[in-house]
């Protein structure tokens, strides 16, 4: 596990926060799109939770991956605590997106597309 999206290097902490972001950038779109375009409700609603579960499921991979790495890490050396840092980071950061994704999710599921 040591490729560039590794828990413990630059790619791999900001990854969580990539897909939040970028599930947030088509959330808000879509709602945009909805709104201008007249979609009904259940159709709109319909393709955010489409588009919701696999992001939610990539952050949760990610944070497992990071969780993981950390637990396993048993260097004691300076490398071995900072890649156990930056994995337990990045499995915290994998939290923070999973509840930004639902925080975002939520109101615009329940609300109409135009409220």
Request: with cysteine; net charge positive; glycine share 6%.
């Amino acid at each position: 596990m040591a490729g560039l999206t590794a828990p413990w290097r630059l790619l791999g902490i900001a990854a969580p926060m990539a897909v939040w972001a970028l599930h947030f950038v088509a959330a808000y779109g879509l709602q945009g799109l909805a709104c201008a375009r007249g979609w009904d409700r259940q159709a709109a609603s319909a393709t955010l939770l489409a588009l919701a579960v696999p992001a939610l499921v990539a952050v949760a991979w990610l944070g497992l991956r990071a969780w993981r790495t950390a637990r396993a890490e048993r260097e004691d050396r300076a490398a071995g605590r900072r890649r156990r840092f930056a994995a337990l980071a990045t499995a915290l950061l994998s939290l923070l997106a999973a509840g930004a994704m639902v925080f975002t999710t939520v109101p615009v599921a329940l609300l109409p597309p135009c409220a």
